[in-house]
């Protein structure tokens, strides 16, 4: 390497992370716009059926309409994700999290999850059901990332040959973490929220260069995405034009102090309706898990939602005759007349014949006198439930428009009473405090505060409701974490997913790491024979391998419990390549004129190392030997055996390793800590109690 | 400790966070509101005499009245900092950022600095000088953090016996982020860009538990700041008032895709306006350092810069006779009228007649015809140089609201240049361009990139231009960066602290550990005479001593270069406190019934530990011995002799460290790494080249 290959590197990084952001927003504008104008064609088409229907008393027809049309946009999203690629399902971001935590989520980041996931997520909105769209933007991002940034697909089996100094995991990591925060620009609009939630939420690891590339990214995503989307509004050109934002324009709203203990009123019971939510969610994701097990059933299972969320709305909309005049500023696209006077509209139709993004905007914009408390209570409530069944279904699907539309709803019904209470005081807008419910509900599931804030901020265009926003998910926050786990936690738990917390369980000082370390210790030799290498890979799965010294026990003392004393560390895919290049050398000290496999080889392969299926060796191969030496890292990162469970712990997450080497005072290997059993000992401490949890660990389509 | 005294610590800690917030903004407040009203009295006073004198021609008294006021303030402001306390000299933003890296800063947070910081910058402002008293108050708050955490003052003398929990570095380097956050929430009215700026600029380590206490502090803050200055300005608990914000509230500003490739260009001139900046202040600073050393000097040069810009100021209102019509919109204090006619006034004197901050906030908001192109020019390169002068000297001084005045001035010039060649074109404003021009010239200077988007947005009240501001900023920094580093850097380098940069030096794959550590290495025995500690102590200024087994050299083979066995490590402090506290045995195995010092102990000394100019001991007390078997770490952090300097590097800035023990295969001691043996390989990339410099580091006040 030479200083002008380092200036060429830095730049192309840029360059790269240019084309990150603009293939991000063209992802997220074309789920928009297909949303947008197949759900048009959708309602636009029930809308003539019922009011035919209403006059010729034969509703049951464009109910069996919508059935059917909803459920067959499930049955293609199910499909896709349940047969096409199952580590698209759910909205992504825990999965996301975790690879950014240092965990190797298997094809996490194929073409082919990429595409399920877009196209699953637009199926699963045209759908009906109560998903949103963002949570998978955010997954599709960073699978954009990880394509873009290495230079070749697999999938597609073949390589542009550039790139290959990004070839490695961190480089790739800091690729993606830009992607995940251009996904967040790109779905709501919100640049400065992108990397927020990027750095709140995903990133496990820190640096100044890293943000600016990450804003970077988030910025182009956004001017990509208003570009776009203002041409399709008939814009062209107007990168701060209204319309642009996600959630509609709010005027500056004014607040004062008296209003304060109101937002923290509201933060309360977004917290409570939050931690409730969330342990509805894990009975029902364990319930699945045990016995909703075989594809058909995950595709049945999303069938039945779909037609209980249909069935639900057409209920409400035949019974609750919310008649509404239809005045020339409501922008309803497709007022349902039912059993409404002429002029007049039913106000719930108004609802569910829209995408729930839509739906909060109505609910964010719509005059007070719009909706009638009790139908948006009983929609709250329907809402909620429907939510809460329908994530973690096996399809594409994020939480946060849900989240926001459940909250709106209770947060207008808040702010509509205050509207009465106060004979329609300005500051007691409905519009705001369905807001402010709207944050609170999605801060008491997500438990996302500062980047949660920006977004609102960013979509609404307001900044003068700033400071109520941060209260309100500060307050909500704090008070779901008093019962339970973030939604997005509690799915990388329930999946198993050894994510390391951000400090060790507290009250350990007195474990060591000799009491949690893994033994015996699987080690090889310096020199070692092919068919000893063969065994132990086949035998084993640890990821990495100390290697000892030849004298397999050095020193004087020979210690009873040691493994030899190190001499460095080799991975299992650096021994898979080597024996799949066959660099193999027949003496068992080694061999000079052997030549060695080089840094290109071992980077061509990466991130797919080769499996032993196809590999075949005969007798004299597997007798002969591998010499480790021009390979091994000769200063792994290694722990005294009396170091404290903290300093462990520390040491790991600092410098997010995988697997570290316990010694004794002598560096003589005693024993081996994986992220596995660190990740396995959690507390949560709450209200004076504590809890130690065991967590049961082990791969549910995760490689480690 | 037991799981609830965790749960109180936890909640301690939001309070103590919630108390630093409200401090913070209190002080803010202070310093504002003196600014506001004193400059309302002497510039009020200084128009009657000057509206007087221009009929009368006695203009000179007018101008030695100015003259006086101005440099009454500056010696003010200089001598509390030259004679009181050095340390609160400049922005303090350096000084946190190497706090926040680790280093520890002699005095930097006591409450005798935090005095000087708060009650200088308001001198230095009410000087009107060149300054800003935004950097201060980050300094501000920080040192409230600091203190407030404690629970205890050693100026004042007095130990609450709280918060003890929180005396050591760790805890009290989170609550001093926190600190720093709510002291720009506090400058600017900014929550987010507060969280943002102590993230993008000040923090090293990351966690997100942190960041959400951090967000807390900076909320409290700003609510704070908005309740007690909408009582000022009699708006009583009107929290989203239009008046709170710093810059004036923009309104909707439209911008199209035409504008960028402007606001690019923009950015490339604030990215070279700055570096030469930058390189300017540096040969000031270099200049300063080795000819104003005495302390009258750093007086007289404060005074000297006051009385270039006081007459800098007469001089270009007496010649620029720039009329305006005096319009019922203008919301000028003192419109001078000197040599205009009846009903109007001289526009320059506006400029000068005010606190930079409000002729930001007339740049940004004045109509399109207020200022004359000539007296913006003329203003602009006045007010750059002077500023340029003005950072550095001993007085409490910000950067941001020089660079943001000198930025929106060049931005108007564009904005109307732009507006002329329109013929007044709706998006050619010349208060929007003047904003971009702000940001990027701002942006050039302090290489600040998200923060500082998000800060202007909040301080403007304005979200729409928030793209453009992005845009613009990154090109300013990109440009920047490529000719020098930025003005914080660049002080720090300057007074040779050895901040260590995110990662290490490039191209040093091939250095290792043993070709960079120091060596002989000073070691200790578990049992040491007192008088060898004493000696050591005394002999040399290491902050850590490895502890080695009591045979010192074990194993079979005797490395000649080892030091002996590592048993662990003591600290500087640790031995200062047992030599304090006589914890002496008089046998050289130890003794057990010596009553061990306690935790409680060491945690009462920190962060002042004793000195040995009040210590004396005996020739007995000289012979016998201290048992340091009980304090040592037993487990510190090692490094292998062979391990590449990014590894050790990686080490080092992961974990926050001070210094790293080099260990030969057999775990003997063979050397030691230190901060400033790291900080010192720093290399700069640019164009293809790379500069390895070694930066001469040493303290300036510094204890390390």
Redesign the interface.
Known sequence: ????S??KQ?ITRWVVVFFIGVCTALIACTIDICVVEITKLKYGFLKKYIDKCVTENCLYMPYLLWLGISCGFAFIASVLVTYGEPVAAGSGIPLVKCYLNGINVHRLHRLKTLFVKAAGVTCSVLGGLAVGKEGPMVHSGAAVAAGLSQGKSTSLGFDFGILKEFRCDQEKRDFVTGGAAAGVAAAFGA??GG??FS??EG?S?????M??RI??CS?VS??TL??VLSAYHGQ???????GLLNFGKFP???????ELPIFIGMGIIGGLIGALFNQMNYHISVFRRRFIVSRWAKVLEVIVVCCVTVTAGFVMIYCVNDCKPLGPKDDIDFPIQMFCEDGQFNAVAAMWFQTPEASVRALFHDQPGTHNPLSVGLFFITYVFLACWTYGLSISSGIFIPALLSGAAWGRLVGLGLYRLTEGAAWADPGKYALIGAASQLGGIARV??SL??IL??TT????????L??TL?TA?LVGDCFNAGIYDMNVQLAGLPMLP??SP??CYGTQARDIMSKPVVVLREVERVSTVLSVLEETRHQGFPLIFENRFS??QGNQNSFG??RGLILRSQLKILLKEKAFCSSPTGSASQPPVSLETFRMYYPRYPTFQGMHFTEEERSSYLDLRPYLN??P?T??M???LP?TF??FR??GLRHLIV?D???EVVGMITRKTLARYRAR??????DFVELPLGGHGVQL
Chains 1, 2 share one sequence.
């Open positions: 390497k030479t200083p002008s380092l200036t830095g640049p400065i990397v927020l750095l709140e990133s690891f820190w640096n100044q260069n943000t600016w804003f970077f910025m956004a001017f208003n570009v062209i050109g107007q990168l701060a034009y209204d500056d709203i004014p607040f004062t102090l008296l505060t500062l804030a920006v901020i960013e265009g307001n900044l003068s409701l700033g400071l109520g941060m209260l500060l926050k951000w400090s507290p009250l020193g004087s004393m190190l000769p200063t990162y722990v005294p009396h170091a404290s300093r520390q040491l600092a410098l010694t005072d002598n560096n401490i709450c209200c004076g109690t504590i």
